[in-house]
């Protein structure tokens, strides 16, 4: 491990792997940090390293893509891996504080500890998170997000329950359901808020993703032979159960979002899986001090890139979905053209990459990364739950789960004039908890503009400091 | 209240003090008051020499304090390091929720019938024949016969849009806030350091920053705090992070079990002297100063308001104000205004 390095790469998704394996074998020290234990982020999560013959049959090409790319990277002495590794926050100077656990030394009992490193060029490739659209019963036991479902299976092996129902708006919802299908686990039934209508309407934006339109037939098809019910149109607006979650009521929405009266249905489950899209992890950029863009299309608050990537901070680089939720190919693409825009800056064009082609696959990517702009519009605008749905939230139920505020205290709150991101979490203490507002801060930002109207600008998005996430003070007294 | 200076200083944060336990009837919030107590925390000898003659002159004007040696100090709190010489003991220190205060202060006025204009850049102050008559905003022109400069670590320059150079200016405060536990501190306590960084800060760079903790209402730790002249920068800083977490726990060790949830950094406004600049600036007729309390800010809120209010309604006021008074910075000029 050095101090400085010529590349720090946070997060080892598709995006940073992609461009850790663009500058691999050019002489530069480059370090790739990331907070779990393995690399390829959640599309890797505990994938069989040699494909089986079956997941040649799997529809998402990335994954063998990941796997090359590890095998690249691992080539080149010069990358190093930090897992299980936290960046905390980022100072002056690109100098990152990094949280390590528990790293085993020589002879030394096991202990964390925090440590500084400085990178030349930044690469933040930070993903994403799950957004939910909260409803009455949403904080029950039993209720989980997609993603927390697909850790559950992928890394621990377990179902979620013996029967699970499925909600929300997300491609990702058919994904899990075959997951849980093919580990013999039971879709109670597929409650998808988009209707038929709706989808079609979105159709136009991937006629050139034909690969999305295959591997959305391939999960529709086995739904289909499987039997799951599957619900259009219908959003689940209550979960209850005794202690944990046991049954759901769901209703049909009309085309604008508003729920139906008297189509109420009640289903008996053994958890609820929700998902409404995504928000892209901004929280370490705002820290490096990069300038952020609202764009309904890319999935609300993004980094503002140029065509380099490189933020409006200086060496700061931003990849995959923090600049554009689009999922793991746009990654791919852009993790390697800001790798290329490095290395374009740091003169690693020469006789082994002459400029012709240098400035070529420059155009190429550009043009890749212009083609996922529909898919990003398609995507986001799917996942969107209706502003009225957010409008729709009944008083009692909690948004802030880790303080434990309701919608009836944020509407007050909002008519009373604090109508900002800011002005609402000093007046209410919304996002002041452990998870400072990472799970409920995009849902306060829907309810605002839900009821206010306001522009997006003048709604704004949470300060973030350090640490990102929680970290023992024992880390900083080790160190 | 053991952090304010003898004199002047002490005696307007005494009256704040009463008038703090109306407010929270007062006011439209829950402002989280409570006389707790404070301890300020001694850690070598000289410390407790200086600060032996410190609470002497403040019992001098009549403040309940005193000194507690190690024993004493941990009946009070059993969480703190043994290695700590002693305290001191003042049972007025209080504590209150700072954005609850705030708020109240707002809803309050706007229940009588203050108007609130948000995102209101000042643009300039308007005068004629040497009056004040209005302020330009980002948000509309306003008319006023007089206009408050309670600009807090800007106000400085808000006095420069009408050539009064008023020595106000930022300080940087860090502040590292834990997760919620359960309660580990009954008083607020600061550190003798924290002492002499607030009214000598040439001791400030030698004798570190001084430290202060509580424990808010709902079990969140607050840990400060720096003391920067660095412009208007609010950012967090490493080296500010790591000697905040590594003085506190020095003192109070099972701060080893608690996590870091957030940081944060605010401007106080500085004033040479220490002591806030409160009232009617000579020059410029009907321009009041209302800033500089640097770290009071919160706590002498009420009494500032009460002071200005009577100010500007021409009432009699009973508290010497000649050390607070705008005309002690000379150097403002008198530039006539036409």
């Given at each position: ?38 690399r390829?982020?959640q ?9 089986s ?13 990941g796997f ?14 930090l ?19 528990n ?47 697909q ?5 621990y ?12 708006t997300s ?10 299908l ?17 989808k079609?309407?979105f ?53 604008r ?15 609820l ?44 680089y ?7 939720i ?18 374009k800056?740091?003169g ?36 969107q ?9 009944p008083?009692?139920?909690?948004i ?5 505020i ?53 709604i ?18 080790n160190? | ?13 005494m ?70 010489l002693?305290?001191?003991f003042?049972p ?34 308007h ?18 016969d ?19 150079s ?6 940087r405060?860090?502040?590292v806030?834990?997760?919620a ?12 350091k ?19 903790m ?15 002249f ?5 950012e ?59 770290g ?43």
């Amino acid at each position: 491990m050095n101090v400085q390095y010529h590349v720090i790469i946070v997060g080892s998704g598709i995006a940073g792997l992609s461009a850790a394996a663009t500058l691999a074998g050019h002489g530069l020290d480059i370090l790739i940090i990331d907070e779990s234990g393995h690399r390829g982020g959640q599309l890797l999560r505990k994938t069989r390293l040699k494909p089986s013959c079956f997941s040649k049959f799997e529809p998402d090409l990335m994954k063998s893509k990941g796997f090359d790319l590890v095998w690249t990277i691992n080539k080149d002495p010069d990358i190093d891996w930090l897992f299980n590794a936290r960046v905390l926050g980022i100072f002056k100077d690109r100098r990152l504080l990094v949280h390590i656990e528990n790293i085993k030394t020589h002879g030394e009992k096991a202990s964390e500890k925090i440590i500084e490193v400085r990178a030349e060029n930044l690469i933040l490739a930070t993903g994403a998170r799950e957004k939910y659209l909260p409803f009455k019963g949403w904080t029950l036991p039993g209720v989980m997000s997609l993603g927390a479902a697909q850790i559950l299976m992928k890394s621990y092996g377990v179902l979620p329950a013996h029967n699970t129902l499925i909600a929300g708006t997300s491609p990702l919802m058919m994904v899990l359901a075959s997951e849980i299908l093919g580990n013999k686990g039971k879709v109670t039934a597929l409650v998808d808020e988009n209707s038929m209508i709706k989808k079609l309407t979105f159709l136009p934006l991937i006629k050139n993703h034909w690969s999305k339109l295959l591997e959305g037939a391939f999960y529709t098809s086995r739904m289909f032979l499987n039997r799951v019910s599957v619900f259009q149109g219908y959003r689940v607006i209550q979960a209850s159960g005794n202690k944990g979650f046991q049954s759901a009521i769901m209703a049909k929405t009309t085309p604008r979002g508003d729920v139906i009266p008297g189509t109420e249905v009640r289903f008996f489950s053994g958890a609820l899986l929700v998902g409404y899209g995504f928000a892209p992890n901004i929280e370490l950029p705002v820290q490096a001090g990069c300038k952020l863009e609202y764009q309904e299309n890319k999935g609300g608050w993004v980094v503002k890139v140029d065509e380099t990537l490189e933020s409006s901070c200086r060496s700061v680089y931003a990849a995959g979905e923090i600049t554009g939720i689009a999922g793991a190919k746009k990654s791919f693409i852009q993790g390697k053209l800001a790798a290329m825009s490095i290395l374009k800056k740091v003169g690693k064009i020469n006789a082994r990459n002459p400029k012709k082609i240098f400035t070529a696959e420059i155009q190429r990517l550009l043009f890749l990364n212009h083609q996922q702009t529909a898919y990003s519009s398609f995507l986001n605008r799917l996942c969107q739950a209706p502003a009225s749905a957010y409008a729709a939230i009944p008083d009692e139920t909690i948004i802030c789960r880790c303080e434990q505020i309701t919608m009836g205290t944020i509407k007050k709150n909002i008519q009373q004039g604090f109508d900002t991101i800011s002005s609402l979490k000093k007046a209410t203490r919304c996002g002041m908890g452990r998870c400072q507002g990472r799970i409920c801060g995009p849902v306060i930002f829907d309810i605002i503009t839900a009821l206010t109207q306001k522009k997006p600008e003048h709604i704004g998005c949470s300060l973030s400091r350090a640490p990102v996430k929680n970290v023992n003070i024992k880390a900083f007294l080790n160190s | 209240m053991q952090s304010k200076k003898p004199g002047v200083h002490l005696s307007l944060a005494m009256e704040s003090l009463n008038r703090f336990e109306g407010l929270q009837k007062e006011l439209p919030t829950d402002i989280e008051f409570k006389k707790i107590g404070g301890m300020v925390i001694i850690e070598t000898d000289a410390e407790y020499r200086a600060m032996e003659k410190f609470i002497k002159e403040q019992q001098a004007i009549g403040l309940d304090v005193r000194l507690l040696d190690l024993h004493q100090a941990l009946e009070k709190e059993p969480f703190l390091s043994p290695s700590i010489l002693g305290s001191t003991f003042s049972p007025l220190d209080a504590q209150v929720n700072p954005i609850n205060l705030t708020l109240g202060f707002a809803l309050a006025a706007k229940r009588n019938h203050a108007r609130i204009i948000n995102h209101a850049e000042v643009l300039g102050i308007h005068t004629k024949n040497n009056r004040v008559t209005g302020v330009a905003t980002t948000r509309g022109n306003f008319d006023a016969d007089i206009v408050v400069n309670a600009a807090g670590s800007m106000a400085g320059l808000i006095s420069e849009l009408v050539g009064i150079s008023m020595p106000v200016h930022p300080r940087r405060g860090q502040i590292v806030v834990t997760h919620a536990g359960k309660p580990v501190l009954a008083h607020c306590l600061i550190s003798a350091k924290y002492i002499a960084a607030k009214y000598d800060p040439s001791l400030a760079d030698k004798a570190g920053q001084g430290i202060s903790m509580e424990q808010a209402d709902n079990g969140n730790l607050l840990l400060g705090s720096t003391r920067e002249f660095v412009g208007f920068n609010k950012e967090n800083t490493l080296s500010g992070i790591r000697r905040i977490i590594r003085q506190t726990a020095a003192v109070l060790p099972v701060l080893e079990n608690f996590q870091v949830i957030r940081t944060f950094a605010g401007l106080r406004p500085y004033t040479p002297d220490g002591l806030p600049i409160l009232g009617p600036v000579r020059h410029l007729n009907g321009f009041f100063m209302a800033a500089g309390h640097e770290g009071d800010g919160i706590a002498l809120s009420p009494v500032t308001g009460d002071l200005m209010a009577r100010m500007l309604l021409g009432q009699k006021i009973h508290t010497p104000l000649d050390a607070f008074s705008p005309d002690r910075f000379e150097n403002y000029g008198g530039k006539h205004h036409g």
